[in-house]
């Protein structure tokens, strides 16, 4: 795994004495420093390029630190970034007045160095956490994916990756609104959270690439348990989310890409499952491609399916009917056994 940049702060202080201590004080703790001597020239130095924390003195000249707070939560692409103030105001009053302003946190002075270090690191922390997280399901996103695969990759450990994706969804999502498909998104992250807690949540991990497309990280001798829980307990809520007029047809009747209406299967779930013992795969992106063709092969199908690749040779056809280990269950409960 890459190692992480060096967080940078943008430390706005008038005092020069005290700027020249937490300039040294913060590059030996192993940040990157800016320095602005008003709120005036904080706000174009945010507006330059925005840095992971503003350490905000709240006596400044011109625009104090409360206002200055104020103008950064307002702005677009700053509301987010963690501001911590600084100041030798320590009546409760004024540190309410801070945090009022949106301030994340309130420093008084004299401070202790390395208490103030600890508390930059930890907003950074949830920062950067919060960052990735996706705002419909509160799973991590694509950075925080790559990194745990990386991480195993690095490690040497046995894990397996499943890719989870909805079929029909787009006209599920055209026929019902937004705000439905929004809430059958959410569920189905629930329902990855739920399984990843079923499975190892020590050794697991789950997120949401963007739209319906989720990942699944899980020991290698719990991928087909995993494939087994998604198809079974996306299919028992699936129905729920149509008008009973829609589950008796079994179909959405809507207008496809060339004008002609047609009959559309009601949504199912795709899982493809890559397994990934030591050595096999280098980067996160082979993996993918791999999971690609598996999700490719599972689509020509109707209804939910998994499947775990088992095949010994790299770029081997996956063919049907299959006839050695169990990998694959669709939607009539037959169980299906897929060639190597």
């Known amino acids: 795994m890459k190692p ?3 967080p940078e702060v943008l430390v706005i202080e008038d005092d020069t004495d005290v700027c020249d201590l937490l300039e040294d004080a913060l590059s030996l703790a192993g940040f990157r420093v800016r320095v602005a001597a008003n709120g005036l020239d904080g706000l174009a130095r945010l507006r ?3 840095p992971d924390i ?6 400044l000249p011109g625009i104090n630190g409360s206002e200055v707070c104020r103008r950064i939560r ?19 009053a004024d540190q309410v007045a801070a945090l009022d302003a949106g301030a994340d946190d309130y420093v008084t002075k004299p401070f202790h160095v390395e208490g103030l270090t600890a508390r930059l690191r930890s907003h950074i922390r949830r920062s950067r956490r919060e960052r990735q997280l996706n705002p419909l399901t509160g799973l991590p996103g694509n950075l925080a994916i790559d990194e745990a695969i990386e991480e195993r990759l690095a490690s040497g450990e046995a894990f397996a990756v499943a890719w989870i994706d909805l079929d029909n969804f ?10 439905a498909g929004d809430g059958v998104i959410e569920a189905t992250g629930r329902l990855v959270g739920t399984t990843m807690e079923a499975l190892d949540p020590d050794r697991s991990f789950a997120g949401h690439i963007g739209g319906d497309d989720f990942v699944l990280v899980t020991p290698l001798d719990q991928a087909d348990e995993a494939g087994r829980l998604i198809v079974d307990g996306f299919d028992r809520m699936a129905l729920g989310f149509y008008s009973d007029e829609d589950r008796a047809r079994g179909f959405i009747a809507a207008i496809s890409r060339t004008g002609d209406e047609r009959a559309f299967p009601l949504m199912s779930v795709t899982v493809a499952i890559v397994p990934c013992p030591a050595g096999r795969f280098r980067h996160p992106g082979e993996i993918a491609h791999v999971a690609g063709e598996i999700k490719h092969f ?5 209804g939910s399916s998994w499947l775990v690749d088992r095949r010994t040779t790299p770029g081997a056809a996956l063919v049907w009917p299959p006839d050695n280990t169990e990998q694959m269950r669709d939607t009539t409960g037959t169980t299906c056994r897929q060639a190597p």
Do not use: W
Request: charged share 20%.
């Open 4 to 6: 992480q940049e060096s």
């Open 74 to 92: 307002r702005a677009p692409g700053l509301a987010a970034v963690p501001v911590v103030m600084l100041t030798a105001m320590s009546q409760p």
């Open 48 to 50: 330059e390029s925005v």
């Open 54 to 59: 503003v350490l905000l003195d709240q006596q």
């Open 298 to 302: 599972l689509k020509q199908r109707p």
């Open 170 to 179: 787009k006209v599920y999502n055209d026929r019902y609104g937004f705000y």
